[in-house]
Each structure stands twice: as C-alpha cells, then as structure tokens.
C-alpha cells in the first residue's frame, strides 16, 4: 500500500496550491480519504474528507469556502484545492484512508498514510 502526497510549496497569502494524494496497492473505492494537516507544535487534525465516491464530504471550519476536496477513482487520487490561503495554513499536509463502512474524523482510525507535503504561507 502506498500514499503520496505532494503539491506543496511556499505561497503567498491570499495564494492558492493543489495537493495530490496518489495512491496504490488497494482497492481505492472502498476507501474514504481524509486529508490531515499539523502545524508545528500542534495536534494533526482533519480539515477535508470524501467518501469513496465522492457524495459527501466533510471540511473543518477554518477552511471551509476556501478549500476543496476532490477525487478521480480512475486514477486512484484524492485532490485538495487550496484558494485563499491564509499564514495559519502553514503545515505539513497528510493524506489518509478510512474504509468506507466507517466513518470518523479522528485520526486513529484512520489506515493508510501518506508521507506528508509541506506547505508554507508567507504573509
């Protein structure tokens, strides 16, 4: 099973970064994908999720309008479209999977991560 996540970079404020998740080595549509962002010294938190075929999503409230999630089970990726980015978005940014019979926010219950990408915005 592989995860990986890129697309990140330096960005300024107001700016906008498109995070791939690629994945394989599983049966990608039977998995709900959730991305996660930490901060330094902080918790890693879930900010966007989709479920295995894209009907219904979840977005944290700091991002919410300004940040997308996506995904094209033929190519077996999960996109995350970040406009308006916003200093406090600095972070690296993780990709992870839940088995779609299940359903929660909490990172523990999450399978599958990728390695992470960071993504910083200058103010």
């Known amino acids: 099973v592989q995860l990986q996540a890129y697309g990140g970079g330096l960005v300024q404020a107001g700016g906008h970064l498109r995070l791939s998740c690629a994945t394989s080595g599983f049966i990608f549509d039977e998995y709900d994908v959730g991305w996660f962002r930490q901060a330094p010294g902080k918790k890693r938190d879930l900010i966007a999720r989709i479920s295995w075929n894209g009907g219904s999503t979840y977005y944290r409230d700091s991002v919410k309008g300004r940040f997308t999630i996506s995904r094209d089970n033929a190519k077996n990726t999960v996109y995350l479209q970040m406009n308006s980015l916003k200093p406090e978005d600095t972070a690296v940014y993780y990709c992870?999977?839940?088995?779609?019979?299940?359903?929660?926010?909490?990172?523990?219950?999450?399978?599958?991560w990728g390695q992470g990408t960071q993504v910083t915005v200058s103010s």
């Open positions: 992870a999977t839940q088995g779609s019979h299940f359903y929660s926010i909490e990172e523990r219950y999450y399978d599958y």
